[in-house]
């Protein structure tokens, strides 16, 4: 159980273009899902919170005009990252808190690499 | 503002012996820390929590301690194998379930 799938698992595109990337978690309710950015070598860093049915939460440096999260149910959040550039390329991740389990355990997705031409 | 130290530098063993991956933290008193997994190009797994009033956790052959004195957790592989190799993060909450995470120690087990 507690599987959290991200779509697209990797992607390419040109400069100036927007991309969305897709996160679902299958078999529970994510109240909240978190949305991570990971450059090579590098931590995990959380871009935004999304709480079902509300606003997302950015954190601080994080642009919520260039990086949209939509968490329209219980089980899916996206993020669109708009007029993507090079800057932008890196590992994208999302992950889930579960709505039943106890503890304070999240889910993660498998990524998404995203490369901007 | 809150700081999480991983050991920078790789960590190679031979199989069979016991990994030991550290874990400090400043400026802050986590509720609860939590070691994750990461293989390459893939999202991290979790591992094991540990709450700030226990001492030490076991999973199998995983065992991780918290020393808020110290402010520091160590996360123990034993009778390691070189299916245990990946990069070990370790991440402390924040407020509203937020995880902080250290840049990770990779782990290298050599047959």
């Known amino acids: ?117 | 503002s809150q700081k999480i130290e991983q050991n920078s530098e790789a960590l190679n063993i031979q199989e069979g012996k016991t990994a030991t991956l550290t874990c400090n933290y400043t400026n802050y008193s986590p509720a609860y820390l939590q070691w994750y997994r990461q293989d390459p190009g893939r999202g991290p797994v979790f591992l094991l929590l540990i709450r700030e009033n226990e001492k030490e956790k076991r999973k199998e052959r995983l065992k991780v301690t918290f020393d808020t004195t110290l402010k520091q957790s160590l996360f123990h592989i034993t009778a390691s194998q070189p299916a245990d190799s990946a990069t070990y993060l370790c991440a402390l909450d924040r407020w509203g379930g937020k995880l902080i995470f250290g840049q990770g120690t990779e782990l290298s087990v050599k047959p």
């Open chain 1, 1 to 117: 159980g507690a599987v959290v799938s991200q779509h697209p698992s990797r992607v390419i595109c040109k400069s100036g273009t927007s991309v969305k990337i897709e996160c679902r978690s299958l078999d529970f309710q994510a109240t909240t899902m978190f949305w991570y950015r990971q450059f090579p070598k590098q931590s995990l860093m959380l871009m935004a919170t999304s709480n079902e049915g509300s606003k997302a939460t950015y954190e601080q440096g994080v642009e919520k005009d260039k990086f949209l999260i939509n968490h329209a149910s219980l089980t899916l959040s996206t993020l669109t990252v708009t007029s993507a550039h090079p800057e932008d390329s890196s590992f994208y991740i999302c992950s889930a808190s579960s709505r039943e389990g106890g503890g304070n355990e999240q889910f993660f997705g498998p990524g998404t690499r995203l490369t901007v031409l």
